[in-house]
């Protein structure tokens, strides 16, 4: 995401990427969370008036009450991928895709992301309650920085993909779940910026748009977008991922091709539930 | 088309260095300025149109404020001292600045931990929440400045020359109440007490103010005024639209550069806080 006032940007000008460049590149990244909510609020403080005067907060090191949800984490996407995120609940995937999106910043190691970043993450991401599904999609645009007549031409394309009829004039507050998703994920979808992250509140959709996400992420890797998607729904992992991470307790547990993957964290499970 | 790289880095805001900083602070609108103008549309009408009397509620809690002021000033139970012009034009004039202060401050106390749930989904420039804030008060402003218009017309008086300088005037008003609102904002979302006491803070802070009377000169009231910002940057502009004639421009060049100084100390604070608060909210 284009927005420079939470990271280091250095313009690459005109530099035509080749295939198969890294668009994300995750370097030994962990990131923690603190148990207590005063000690949550001391330290907030303490971290904030440290950073004011210049000071580091020193984020590698362990305060008490705090623990690493995210524990030395290094994997790179490459341009044009599809990429997927497995893991149990709790494991940090959420965690790693809001720290790719700039919400957090890591506390040890490095991400760096190269191209504009849209994200369609959590339920009501967004989307603004009040807001009718039409001026919502304006209102998304500007969120992620987009100017009103650069989405002006795509309006119709989003509301004919989202398909919910009538309730493109209703206030968005009104809608159920799926159709919340099916318009987020159609306005996100496309905006036209080169990296997608999507997680598993996807499933909320009907069986139909589901099928047509998928045909979607598969043409937009076809226009050299990169896509990220955290989901429990294993099977559309292995149909369109070309690379899958499984995560547990914070750490990579296996990272390579679907099948292999997805096999052995069906096994593990399976293996567990016993 | 222009690639843009970005490095997530830890304790990345202090890392960029200040000029960095100040550079990125300055683009928060040059890039965002639909952002802006949703926020403020949006706001404008959660004011405006869910509430049954609308725009009249601009009117009706200042009025109200002075109602009850002239009331027991008139029965004898408040002197208020020597005041320029009729004491109502007097007080709506003190008001209607006092309110751009504290609608704003109370308004952006909030602003972040009501956004909570697009804070922590989106990537977007925190900023702007506190601004959009403010600026809500400014039109309030606005809209109050037609009552002042028709108590004007009532009174019979023409306001002096110097009434033109009023956008000028209230700026100052303007960065002192954003400087403290982003400061208050932050606090608030790490600590939620900041939201509860800020409306007694503001009221206690209305009364030690020469809004309702005018300013002792001698005593320990006196003294608190004359060391008090809010003081300069609201009687001034008063009394340069009443009379045309202010005695205190010193005391008000220094409110100004106080206010300055707040405002871009707070908004630096606000910047360099970002992700902790996002955590925190």
């Known amino acids: 995401m284009d927005s420079g006032n939470r990271g280091e940007k250095i313009p690459l000008g005109s530099t035509i990427s080749t295939e198969g460049e890294a668009v994300i590149t995750v370097d030994r990244v962990a990131k923690k969370y603190c148990k207590s909510l005063k000690r949550s609020m001391r330290y907030g403080i303490s971290d904030i008036l440290r950073n004011a005067v210049g000071l580091s907060s020193h984020p590698e090191v362990l305060r008490p009450e705090e623990f690493w949800a995210i524990d030395d984490i290094s994997f790179s996407v490459q341009k044009g991928e599809i990429f997927g995120i497995i893991g149990p609940n709790g494991s940090g995937k959420s965690t790693l895709l809001k720290m790719l999106n700039g919400i957090f910043w890591p506390d040890r190691g490095s991400i760096r992301i190269r191209g504009k970043v849209v994200s369609f993450i959590e339920m009501g991401a967004g989307l603004h309650p009040v807001l009718t599904g039409r001026e919502n999609i304006f209102f998304n645009a500007a969120l992620v920085g987009m100017a009103p007549h650069e989405i002006e031409g795509k309006v119709e394309e989003i509301i004919k993909f989202a398909d919910i009829g009538e309730f493109i004039n209703i206030p968005v507050r009104n809608f159920s779940a799926g159709m919340w998703v099916r318009l987020g994920f159609s306005i996100a979808s496309h905006c036209d910026h080169d990296i997608f992250l999507v997680d598993e509140v996807l499933s909320a959709g009907d069986l139909s748009f589901s099928l047509k996400c998928n045909q979607h992420m598969k043409t937009l890797r076809e226009q050299g977008k990169s896509i990220v998607i955290v989901s429990h729904n294993i099977p559309v992992i292995r149909k369109i991922c070309d690379r899958v991470i499984w995560l547990g307790k914070g750490k990579i547990l296996a990272l390579g091709e679907p099948d292999d993957i997805c096999d052995q964290y069906r096994i593990q499970v399976e293996s567990m539930a016993d | ?281």
């Open chain 2, 1 to 281: 088309m222009v690639e843009s790289e970005i490095i997530y880095l830890p304790d990345n805001a202090i890392r960029m260095g200040y000029l960095n900083l100040i550079r990125n602070m300055a683009k928060t609108f040059s890039r965002n300025p639909w952002l802006f103008w949703h926020f403020m549309v949006r706001d404008f009408n959660a004011t405006y149109k869910q509430s049954y009397l609308g725009v009249f509620w601009a009117f009706a809690l200042p009025a109200m404020s002075v109602g009850i002021f002239t009331l027991l000033k008139g029965a004898g139970i408040l002197s208020v001292g020597d005041v320029e012009g009729p004491y109502i034009l007097f007080a709506v004039t003190g008001m209607v600045f006092w309110q751009i202060f504290s609608q704003g401050i109370i308004a952006s106390t909030s602003a972040l931990t009501n956004a909570g749930w697009m804070i922590t989904r989106v990537n977007f420039p925190r900023e702007i929440l506190v601004f959009s804030a403010v600026a809500q008060s400014l039109v309030s402003f606005l809209i109050q400045l037609i009552i002042l218009g028709i108590l004007f017309i009532w009174y019979r008086l023409t306001p002096p020359p110097t009434c033109v300088l009023l956008p000028v005037l209230i700026l100052p008003l303007i960065l002192m109440t954003l400087g403290l609102g982003f400061i208050l904002s932050v606090l608030n979302a790490v600590f939620r007490d900041v939201g509860l006491v800020i409306s007694y803070l503001v009221m206690f802070l209305l009364f030690i103010t020469p809004v309702f009377y005018a300013k002792k000169v001698h005593g320990f009231l006196g003294l608190i005024s004359d060391y008090n910002p809010l003081y300069y940057l609201i009687s001034v502009p008063r009394s340069l639209v009443i009379t045309g004639i202010t005695g205190d421009l010193v005391g008000y060049g220094l409110a100004t550069f106080i206010s300055v100084v707040i405002f871009f100390v707070g908004w630096m604070v606000f910047h360099l806080a970002g992700v902790r608060i996002t955590e925190r909210v």
